[in-house]
């Protein structure tokens, strides 16, 4: 795959009287939300628009998350645009070099690159009542937007812990996310702090008998044991990768095929938590074929239900934890010393380099302090109040003409994010050429409708995995509520967003003045 330019040019949209850059559409961050949001509207016929991204290319999480061995958990053929499917993925499950190669040839293909504002981060964004618009200061100039997309993604700001004396460490430390490649840990004493998605393939990559890196010694730092599937995982053969480009509509019949065995998993996590136990018992078997010590496979068997939290997948983790050189610590975190950890039984472990691995900001998220609505209050401070919630995922009352790319309650346990994804670019599309053919200057979703969406929403989820399992999890907010996660079928949503249901807002209608605001092109 070529590699698509990091930064071309693009052409100066108008200017307002106020100095501001204004676009009919300004797209916040470009994974694969912002990126599919501007192919979208490039696919509408829409040119008016910009988006705006803090990294250098795009990618998002695929381009942030370099650490070794990072890879997806999604089956490769789920894993893509459905309209720009990738008949080159050489395993099953790919490897996070492929995914953003994919990703930098499809926004080379569509010629969205040049909509892009790379290096760019946004300092703030707030609705405007007298213009209508939303005025975003960022940290490459100022801009002025009919409607507002955030596609910043649930995986963006990763989450650094709060232990006593981190600060103070001489060593090298480090968030999985923002991966140091010019320190080696070769031969050095470390420790892992954290055990989930991105610490089982971390772990066995920098620690496992097949690792390339050869840590001395590896402690590995866990506050929950998780459930670890075992992960079918191959490379496809020659005559695999020669029928999937040649033989028409074959890989499409297996992203179909996968699809649809990924939705039968629902049926356990949203409905009938009890058939759950079958995999577990599977979880169990891989304990017991990676790790032979009965005290340490204690320590790894969680207490709590598969399906509360993540699911994990990996053949590696278990016997990595089972190596001579591979502590597993259960004890809590006391604190850090120049040149050690203290766990809350006194042990002190001298360490050189720490590597954490402890998540990202969810449900709390720091970008959510930057968009102001029509009170003057953040993002934020309303999901403070009220609790995160938005209409279908995308609308949240009080943010005129804002959309989210996959908001809240849109994340998944068992399937691709890219399907909800473009579910609500459907959605997206839909609001847009609406608001073109009723002549909208305005769009603000109802606060009943949102309410009773809400509620039947968390009514749905008391019945799930995810509640009854349990277990706390990121998946919750700080309301105890799990505002992260669709809590059915994905085919469910796909129906649901397929068109803007515009008598679910309150509307306004474009006037003269409207257009009056911009003045001459620059």
């Not at 008949?87 to 080379?108: C, G, H, K, M």
Request: glycine share 8%.
């Amino acid at each position: 795959m070529t590699q698509a330019p990091a930064r071309p040019a693009t052409s100066p949209p108008p200017t307002t009287r106020d100095g501001r850059r204004h676009l009919g559409v300004l797209v916040i961050g470009s994974g694969f939300a912002g990126l599919g949001a501007a192919i979208r509207l490039r696919q509408d016929g829409r040119d008016d628009f910009l988006v705006i991204e803090r990294g250098s290319e795009v990618g998002g999480t695929w381009r942030d998350n370099t650490y070794p061995g990072a890879a997806c958990d999604v089956p490769s053929h789920l894993y893509s645009y459905s309209f720009e499917l990738n008949p080159r993925w050489s395993r099953s499950f790919s490897p996070q070099p492929e995914i953003q190669d994919y990703l930098r040839t499809v926004a080379a293909k569509y010629d969205v690159a040049r909509k892009h504002l790379f290096d760019t981060e946004v300092t703030q964004a707030r609705w405007d009542a007298t213009t209508t618009r939303w005025l975003v200061d960022t940290t490459n100039g100022e801009f002025s937007a009919d409607v507002l997309v955030g596609a910043v993604g649930a995986l963006a700001e990763p989450n650094l812990p709060d232990i006593k004396g981190i600060e103070n460490f001489q060593g090298e430390i480090f968030h999985s996310a923002r991966w140091n490649h010019d320190v080696s840990l070769r031969g050095k004493r470390v420790a892992l702090i954290g055990t989930g998605a991105s610490a089982i393939q971390v772990g066995p990559a920098i620690a496992g008998k097949d690792s390339s890196v050869g840590v001395a010694q590896l402690d590995v730092y866990q506050r929950t044991a998780p459930w670890v599937m075992p992960r079918h995982d191959r490379p496809y053969s020659k005559l695999e990768s020669l029928a999937y480009r040649h033989v028409p509509g074959l890989q499409r019949v297996a992203r179909e095929a996968i699809y649809w065995g990924r939705e039968t998993y629902m049926i356990g996590f949203g409905y009938k938590p009890g058939i759950l136990k079958a995999a577990q018992k599977i979880a169990e078997r891989n304990i017991a074929k990676g790790i032979a010590d009965p005290e340490l496979r204690a320590k790894v068997t969680p207490d709590w239900q598969i399906g509360c939290k993540r699911i994990l997948i990996s053949n590696t983790w278990y016997p990595m934890l089972a190596q001579d050189n591979v502590e597993l610590v259960t004890d809590g975190i006391a604190e850090i010393r120049e040149n050690a950890i203290v766990s809350t039984d006194g042990t002190v472990r001298e360490v050189d380099a720490i590597v954490v691995a402890t998540g990202f900001h969810v449900t709390d998220s720091p970008t959510y302090e930057r968009i102001i609505g029509a009170d003057g209050r953040s993002l934020a401070q309303v999901w403070a109040t009220h609790g995160q919630q938005a209409y279908r995922g995308a609308a949240v009352h009080g943010f005129p003409n804002l959309l989210f790319v996959v908001g809240p309650n849109t994340g998944l346990g068992h399937s691709s994010m890219v399907h909800m994804i473009e579910s609500h670019l459907n959605y997206l599309s839909s609001a847009l050429a609406t608001m073109d053919a009723a002549n909208l200057e305005t769009f603000e979703v109802r606060a009943d409708v949102q309410r009773r969406y809400n509620d039947k929403l968390q009514n749905h989820m008391k019945q799930t995995i995810w509640t009854t399992g349990g277990c706390a999890s990121w998946y919750l907010d700080a309301r105890g509520n799990n505002t992260t996660l669709w809590p059915t079928f994905t085919f469910v949503f796909r129906r649901q967003t397929k068109h803007f249901d515009v008598t679910a807002y309150e509307t306004t209608t474009r006037t003269t003045q409207h257009t009056e605001l911009l003045g001459s092109t620059s």
